[in-house]
Structure formats: C-alpha cells, structure tokens
C-alpha cells in the first residue's frame, strides 16, 4: 500500500494507492485565495501544516487501514511552491523514516502523465503528452512512465495563467479557465480572428501575445459581446494548442497523443483534440476530469512505477521549486 501526498500549490491532497486502484483519497481545496485574484504562497503554505495530518488520518480511516499495512511513501517534490512542497515533502520523509519504509520525491510534471492511468482506457507507450496547467505548458515524448523526453515548452506565459490573465482583465473571478469557458459557451468563436504565435523551437509556445491580442481586441471591438470576444480566444488557443500537438506526434512518428493538467478540464479543448486527433488517425488519451486538477492519485500512480523498480529517494533530498 503506498501512501501519496501532492502539496504543490494551494491543495492539500492524500490519496492510497495499492497498486491497482485508489482505495482512499482526500483533497482539501483553498477557497480563500480566490478573493485575491492567486494563490498567496504563505497562506497556501500555512493551511497545508494544519490540514496535511487531518487528511492523512482521513484516508487511512476512509480505507480502514492503519501505519502498519503500509509499504511506501511518495510526495510530491517539484515543481511548484517551495513553501507548499516544504510541508508535504517534509511531512511524508518524516513518516518514512519513523516508520521505516521507502520514501520516494515524485516529480510534478511526471505525476500529471501518469493520471492518464487513471482512467478506463489502458495506456500504451510511447505516447506523446501535453502538460497545460497554470503553471506549465510542456510536450513530452514519453517512452514509457520512468522516461520522458522535453520537446518543447512555454517561452513566457503557462496557457492556464494566460487565461487567468485575459481573466483578471475582464474582472473575472480567480481561477480564469473556468469562467472564460463559461462565457465561451454561448459566444461565436468566428466572431474575430486572432492570429497565432510563432516560436523559434518548432514545439515551444508561446502566449504572451494571445494575451496582449486579446486587450487590444478588446479595444477595437467595445460592441462586440465579451462572450463572442472570450469564445474566439479561448478557440485560437486551443487551435494552438492542438496543432503543436498533432504536428509533434506526426513529426516524430508517434501514433499516440496525450493531454493532461487543469486545462485539460475545458470541455471545447477536449472535444477540439478529439475531432482532430480522429482525423490524423492517432489515438488519443484524456486524463479524467476529477484527475486534471492536482492531487494525490496521480503522485500515487508515478510514485508506484519508482516503487516497483527501486528508485527510491534519499531522506536527505529537498523538493525544489524549477526543474
């Protein structure tokens, strides 16, 4: 049985794990950050250390189990907020050691693909994935869950935090995705033309320009309803988005494709990749919707693959904010 811990932002999540299913999961969200248009990384910090042992007694009693039926600890070591992953990391190599089991730093990024194990469909390898979160937009080849490829990645803006961006100017509650996809729904996504970015790496991103595309058009079109206006950008995005994608699996003749994080949540950009992913014949992985966002599961499924091969993480390692 392992036992997964994901603090990397403003959730503070637990998940079991063991080794087939999740037996027990537990997520405590930070509302009190919205209010502010971000996460405050003290605050974020201060509700992990109160919250992280309630969680970790809730799982363990949700599954009826107790320290001695588990075998493995993981946690999630980086990217995200030092302060948020000091907690976590910490929290979970103290565990390990007390009780002396094996301890394994799971890698963020690394997490977020493997969520594509947690659904229905079986994953088969290589495959590859794009990463869209707040906070990052990487292109993985993965050849298998123990090793990725970076092809390319955001030169500025992660895609979730240019929508919380465009989001905050139009005064917009804080997370932005959402509420820019409600707009959407009801807007035309022909309404106006935003031209797309180019970057010098053929699979890097770019959005800083979509999102200044976005205020001038603002300008331009005072007549135009915003939900025409949200509609056509969130359209050029994702028409971005899903070009890079299908572009990179046919450049490196790969027949799989994979998308995973927050933004992979937005229903007009699962159903975009889907229909072009059908037209270039490759098949398509979508990681489950409860599973977009961070949390626990993931780091369970990642940190089981290190298990069963023994890469295993010193207690004298730290998490670490870039990388």
């Avoid at 030169?155 to 959402?178: H, I, N, R, S, T």
């Avoid at 409600?182 to 807007?187: D, I, Q, S, V």
């Avoid at 028409?239 to 949540?265: E, N």
Wanted: charged fraction near 15%; glycine fraction near 8%.
């Amino acid at each position: 049985m392992l036992l997964a811990i994901e603090t990397s932002c403003d959730d503070t999540a637990v998940a079991l794990f063991d080794g087939q299913q999740i037996v027990a999961e537990v997520v405590y969200r930070q509302p009190v950050h919205a209010s502010y248009g971000g996460v405050i990384p003290e605050w974020a910090s201060r509700e992990h250390e109160i919250r992280l042992p309630l969680a970790v007694l809730e799982a363990l009693n949700q599954a009826h189990l107790t320290w001695k039926d588990l075998q493995v600890l993981a946690a999630a070591q980086g990217p995200g907020l030092i302060g948020s992953l000091l907690i976590g990391f910490t929290f979970a190599r103290a565990l390990a050691a007390a009780h002396h089991l094996p301890f394994i730093g799971v890698h963020h990024l690394q997490a977020h693909v493997a969520s594509l194990e947690l659904g229905e469909q079986p994953v088969t390898y290589p495959l590859l994935v794009l990463v869209a979160t707040g906070g990052h937009t990487h292109l993985f080849r993965v050849i298998h869950p123990l090793e990725m490829e970076l092809l390319g990645q955001s030169q500025d803006d992660a895609v979730g935090e240019a929508f919380d961006k465009v989001a905050a100017f139009l005064g917009l509650p804080y997370p932005g995705g959402p509420e820019i996809e409600k707009l959407a729904l009801t807007g035309n996504p022909s309404a106006v033309s935003f031209p797309l970015p180019r970057t010098a790496g053929p699979w890097d991103f770019s959005f800083s320009g979509l999102k200044t595309a976005f205020l001038h058009a603002r300008d331009r079109h005072r007549d135009l309803p915003i939900q025409d206006l949200c509609a056509s950008w969130q359209h050029a995005v994702f028409t971005y988005l899903v070009q890079k994608l299908i572009q990179a699996a046919q450049a490196h003749r790969v027949p799989r494709i994979g998308l995973v994080g927050g933004v992979a949540a937005n229903q007009y950009l699962r159903q975009l990749l889907a229909q072009a992913a059908t037209e270039a014949g490759l098949e398509l992985y979508l990681a489950p919707l409860r599973y977009c966002m961070d949390n626990a599961a993931m780091i369970a499924v990642a940190g089981w693959h290190r298990y069963l091969t023994g890469h295993y993480t010193p207690l004298t390692a730290g998490p670490f904010a870039r990388g």
